[in-house]
């Protein structure tokens, strides 16, 4: 049973900096495309954020958090990261961490079959 589990959510000020990190167990993490995700107070739907393929040679990020945000992994750690900078109240969120059984990446939610609990940032001003 694959397993992930975020953590590194807190409360920051604007302008400030945040890495979260998801740890996957239970397949072999090297195989999975990663993505993070985030809900917003009041929505229904996740928003993507990022997307790193298997070995980390490619990446995908919202236009929204371009510049400001990185993802990376390590795979001998079995960990995804999201690397946050400049934060913004409108980041605001649960952060979700997601795994994709496959080669290529993917901004849309559907496609991730394997889900973390979300950590919760939030942004004040």
């Known amino acids: 049973q694959v397993r992930l589990i975020e953590s590194g959510g807190r409360s920051v000020q604007a302008g400030g900096s945040l890495r979260l990190s998801c740890v996957v167990s239970g397949r072999t993490f090297s195989n999975y495309a990663m993505g993070w995700f985030r809900q917003a107070p009041g929505t229904l739907e996740r928003e993507f954020v990022a997307?790193?393929?298997?070995?980390?040679?490619?990446?995908n990020y919202a236009d929204s958090v371009k510049g400001r945000f990185t993802i990376s992994r390590d795979n001998a750690k079995n960990t995804v990261y999201v690397q946050m900078n400049s934060l913004k109240p409108e980041d605001t969120a649960v952060y979700y961490c997601?795994?994709?059984?496959?080669?290529?990446?993917?901004?849309?939610?559907?496609?991730?079959?394997?889900w973390g609990q979300g950590t919760q940032v939030t942004v004040s001003s």
């Open positions: 997601a795994a994709d059984w496959s080669t290529t990446i993917s901004t849309i939610p559907g496609e991730y079959s394997r």
């Open positions: 997307a790193i393929n298997y070995n980390g040679g490619s990446t």
